[in-house]
Structures are given as structure tokens and as C-alpha cells.
């Protein structure tokens, strides 16, 4: 039978959460043979290889496995995976995100259903459960209105190269989804949100080595959001991006005008975990991790700001 499905999950340095990932992918509710998982490998140094050797040994579906000599960024590992991929339809999985059984069958129903091209999404939903993850229930905090997701979003290999594929400018990650996302509606594809082809990310509670990676991750994210304005200076692009005071003052309140710091986020959340109030506990912690986003944003404006003003 044709392989339909192409489902592309990127990958850096992930291998524990990547086994579960694949595992999921491989019990789907599609036939095996309807579609396929590409790995791309943006030059992991951990046991990433073994990982998807054992999961090609033991999967039903086909594993492809490929690998950046060097770290060249998320988007660069993404567009190789997608010249490879021999699915008429491309989706998108991030590799520490858990698929339910009937996720690629509610993609594959969504693309078949409409004549046109289109762009499909579906819920994401937070889980720190990595043996039980289907059991939490999506809330308010994980509605998303992006128009394209690299993690859950779907559509048609031919659309993605006429749109030029992600823009590797954009390394090591971040605001390559939304950057393609705005060529993509360029393009005329309509948006179809299915709640059906929800995808459980995997997000582990905080502590401290976890928290450093989030701030690192944040400032990195900041960096790509620089490149991403530049290239779209619009009213829409600057409030994705938060670049205006609003923002600012937005991230002061919700932070308590600095009650709630690095310092001591990981004890509040741990509190409001004990006190049955997880909910509480992310809006804090999304306020510190936006709080250093932010600074790193603003940071690079004036840096850049400098350098073109000369010495």
C-alpha cells in the first residue's frame, strides 16, 4: 500500500523522551503501512542512534533515520527529512510530544475531507506524565490560535517546497513554524483545526537543572525572534513576537512585579503542585521563562540598534 503519511520529528539531544515519542507513533490506529516517521537528527551527541534502532527493530511502521554531520539547526534537519519523505502529506511531531492512537488517522481524514490545500492543526496539551500521558485534560492554558504549529500541524509536501520550505536562518530554533505559517497563507491555504488529532507534550516538572535549559532556551528563542522581525517588520509580526511595551508591562503583572523570580519559581510551583493549583503554578513559571525571553529580546534591539549606529 502507498505511504501516505510522512510524519517528521526533529530531534537534538532527546533520546529518553525520543524512544517514547516513536513508541507512540507506532501504535497508531493507521494502517502501518499508510505511513511513515522520519527522524531528523540535528547532530545528536547522545544515544539519539541507538534509540531509533531499537525502535525501527521493534516498530510495525516504517523508522527513517537521518543525521546533520553538525549542528545546523532544527529547521535545516526539518527540510532534509522533508525532501526525503514520500508521504503526500507531512506532519509534524516534536520529539518530546505524545501521539493517542487516533492522531495521523484524524490528519490523514482531515486532508482527505477537503478538496483544497490546507493546513491542519490540532490541540497540543501539556503532560508531565510520560508513562501516563493521554490521562490529563487539555485546559484554557493550552489553546493555541496559531495558524501553523511544527508541532502538530499537517500539510501537503507539494505546498510545503512551493512555499520554499523553513527558512534555516532560523537556528538553532524558533519562529521557523510561524515564519512558514505566514508563506503558507500567502499561498491560500486554509486553516482546518481538528480536535480530534490532539498531540500530548511532554513538559517535566521544574527543577533546577531543568529550569537553566528553559532560561538558556528562551534567550536562544529571543535571538531567532529578532531574525523573524526583521524579515516580517509588520504591526501582526511585532505582537507575535511581544516586541512592545504592552508586553512588558504584561509579563511585570504577572510575575507580581518581580515577587516571582528565578529564584524562587521552582518553591512556588512545587507549592502550588502540593496545593492542588498546577494551573497557578505554569502561569508563574511561563512569566519567568517570558521575563528572560523578554530581556534577551530587547537586549539584541539595542545591541543591533548600536551596531548600526556605529562607534
Not at 172 to 183: A, I, M, N, Q, S
Request: charged share 25%; net charge neutral; with cysteine.
Amino acid at each position: 500500500m502507498t505511504v501516505a503519511v510522512s510524519v517528521i520529528t526533529a530531534t537534538r539531544n532527546r533520546a529518553h523522551v525520543l524512544a517514547r515519542c516513536l513508541e507512540a507513533l507506532d501504535g497508531q490506529t493507521l494502517d502501518p503501512s499508510r505511513y511513515e516517521v522520519l527522524v531528523a537528527d540535528d547532530a545528536s551527541t547522545d544515544g539519539t542512534p541507538a534509540v531509533v534502532e531499537t525502535a525501527q527493530a521493534r516498530a510495525r511502521c516504517a523508522i527513517r533515520f537521518s543525521r546533520l554531520d553538525r549542528r545546523s539547526g532544527v529547521p535545516a534537519a526539518r527540510n532534509a527529512a522533508i525532501l526525503a519523505a514520500r508521504g503526500e502529506i507531512v506532519v509534524f511531531v516534536d520529539d518530546d510530544s505524545l501521539a493517542p492512537p487516533g492522531f495521523l488517522a484524524a490528519h490523514l481524514d482531515a486532508h482527505t475531507a477537503h478538496r483544497d490545500a490546507i493546513v491542519c492543526r490540532g490541540p497540543v496539551i501539556v503532560t508531565q506524565s510520560l508513562d501516563r500521558p493521554f490521562d490529563v485534560r487539555g485546559g484554557v492554558l493550552d489553546i493555541s490560535t496559531a495558524y501553523f504549529d511544527t508541532d502538530n500541524g499537517s500539510v501537503r509536501r507539494e505546498d510545503l517546497l512551493r512555499a520554499g520550505l523553513f527558512d534555516e536562518a532560523f537556528s538553532p530554533y524558533g519562529w521557523e513554524g510561524l515564519d512558514l505559517g505566514f508563506r503558507l497563507r500567502s499561498l491560500g491555504l486554509r486553516r482546518v483545526f481538528r480536535r480530534d488529532a490532539a498531540l500530548y507534550h511532554y513538559r517535566p516538572e521544574v527543577s533546577p537543572g531543568t529550569l537553566d535549559a528553559m532560561l538558556v532556551k528562551e534567550e536562544e528563542r529571543a535571538r531567532t525572534a529578532r531574525v523573524f522581525y526583521a524579515k516580517h517588520p509588520t504591526l501582526e509580526a511585532r505582537f507575535a513576537v511581544q516586541l512592545t511595551p504592552l508586553h512588558l508591562l504584561l509579563n511585570l503583572l504577572q510575575r507580581g512585579f518581580g515577587l516571582v523570580h528565578a529564584r524562587n519559581v521552582e518553591s512556588l510551583v512545587e507549592r502550588t503542585r502540593r496545593w492542588g493549583i498546577p494551573a497557578v503554578g505554569r502561569v508563574l513559571l511561563s512569566g519567568v521563562l517570558n521575563e528572560r525571553y523578554l530581556a534577551e529580546l530587547w537586549a539584541c534591539g539595542n545591541s543591533d540598534a548600536r551596531a548600526a549606529n556605529g562607534p
